[in-house]
């Protein structure tokens, strides 16, 4: 993503905190796998967001107005002991010409600098709650701005969560950020037809894991999403099965849950199918109840429509429906007013999506359900659960799990399914399987 994208954010943040105040924001942290090994560093989206930096040990802070510069960052300086180890880094030059702050200095002198900074300001905007170490640092340097007080010294009065602006800021996405989730989405689908095609009586769920990440991997996407679901037979009535460990039979189906991260922006795909290639009977009619259900909760999603009815509609779809089939027993309207579908369909329909696979936004505003708007991205996710041990439903019923999940943007006037590549028709997935 370019740099200007980045700075366009920035502004627009600073805008909305307004003159006189001062926003602050830490970096992600390395952490720790094992002994001296860490996990993969993963860059903190509200971070990344703002600055582009990709690097720990960093500190942003943004200051409207300041005459030196309105944009510093703090980080580590270039150590070429470091960077002959674990590569290049940034570097307090690096910090200003390639990330285009006003001003860098060493995180090091953070205690020193970052006080003189609070000064005489009237609100501060961080991030409350989320970063111990900055909490704790915060109240420090606030602790000795008040000391001076006798020399005419103030010390900011207010702190304000920087979540109530940033995430505002978030839940819309530019083009450059949709260009990235088109990406993520494309290769995540396509991902999902080769699990399809791949996919067969004996293998375990593991190897068809492989398939997937090692398509992420050969397309550009470096990093999955979030951990994969692979899912067979009963295995998918536990939503965030993750253990993937189980051999595939025949006559049981597969739920995989799977989306790649492009340059930090997630796709979220669900596909429920076959390990033989053909639905039995009874998985038939649950999958295409599942998929009227989406279906029914797609027509929902367009601009100035409140955000639960989507939702509405999957609930209404799914319990006449199982009420048709006898695994719900009473009348429609009183079974969907006492939630006795949550006992085959106990989640929502989904959530917004972006640079967190669950991503950031409020879904209520003063108490009311949040009108959708043009440029928002959110899944569409209904579906039905049967236990292998639920008791009081026909056997035929038990141990079929069905979720199907797309990735959806608001349009002007209507949606897009961003993650439209992977089959979900009971024909077309039928034929992709028995065509490989």
């Not at 900074?117 to 704790?136: A, I, R």
């Not at 689908?189 to 997937?212: D, S, T």
């Not at 329909?349 to 505003?365: N, R």
């Not at 959806?408 to 490989?436: F, N, R, W, Y």
Request: with cysteine; net charge negative.
């Amino acid at each position: 993503m370019k740099q200007s994208e980045f700075k366009k954010r920035r502004k627009h943040l600073m805008q909305r905190i307004g003159k006189g105040n001062i926003a602050l924001i830490g970096s992600a942290a390395m952490q720790t796998r094992n002994n001296d090994v860490h996990y993969p560093f993963r860059q903190d989206s509200d971070f990344y967001y703002l600055t582009g930096f990709n690097e720990p040990e960093a500190l942003a802070v943004f200051i409207p107005g300041r005459e030196q510069g309105e944009y510093i960052l703090f980080c580590r300086e270039y150590d070429e002991k470091k960077a002959l180890w674990e590569g290049a880094h940034a570097g307090l030059e690096g910090a200003t010409k390639h990330y285009e702050a006003d001003d860098a200095f060493p995180i090091a002198d953070l205690n020193d600098i970052l006080p003189g900074l609070l000064e005489n300001k009237t609100k501060v905007f961080y991030p409350m709650g989320n970063d111990p170490e900055l909490d704790h640092s915060l109240q420090d340097w606030l602790r000795k701005i008040r000391s001076q007080s006798r020399k005419g010294v103030v010390a900011p009065g207010e702190l304000v969560t920087l979540d109530l602006v940033l995430h505002e800021m978030r839940l819309i996405k530019s083009a450059a950020e949709l260009e990235l989730m088109r990406r993520a989405a494309e290769v995540s689908a396509n991902a999902h037809v080769k699990a399809m095609q791949v996919c067969q009586p004996g293998l375990y769920e593991y190897q068809v894991e492989a398939e997937i990440v090692h398509h992420f991997m050969q397309n550009g996407l470096r990093a999955v999403a979030y951990p994969s679901i692979v899912a067979t037979g009963k295995n998918a009535c536990t939503l965030h099965y993750t253990e993937n460990n189980t051999k595939l039979k025949s006559g049981d189906l597969l739920l995989i849950d799977a989306g790649g991260e492009c340059d930090h922006y997630a796709a979220d795909i669900t596909r429920t199918f076959p390990v033989s290639g053909r639905f039995s009977g009874p998985q038939k009619l649950l999958y295409q109840l599942v998929l009227d259900a989406q279906i029914a909760a797609l027509e929902q999603i367009k601009p100035g429509l409140p955000w639960n009815l989507a939702h509405e509609a999957s609930v209404h779809t799914i319990t006449k429906g199982l009420l048709e089939l006898g695994l719900l027993k009473g009348r429609l309207k009183k079974l969907i007013k006492d939630e006795k579908y949550k006992q085959f369909y106990m989640h929502r329909i989904g959530h917004w999506l972006g640079m967190d696979v669950h991503d950031v936004g409020d879904y209520k505003v003063n108490q009311e359900w949040r009108l959708l708007e043009a440029g928002m991205v959110l899944t569409v996710e209904p579906g039905i659960y049967v236990p292998a041990d639920c008791k009081g439903v026909d056997e035929q019923w038990r141990g079929i799990g069905i979720r199907i999940e797309d990735d959806v943007l608001v349009t002007a006037d209507g949606h897009e399914v961003l993650s439209s590549g992977a089959p979900k028709t009971i024909q077309e997935i039928e034929a992709l399987m028995q065509a490989g």
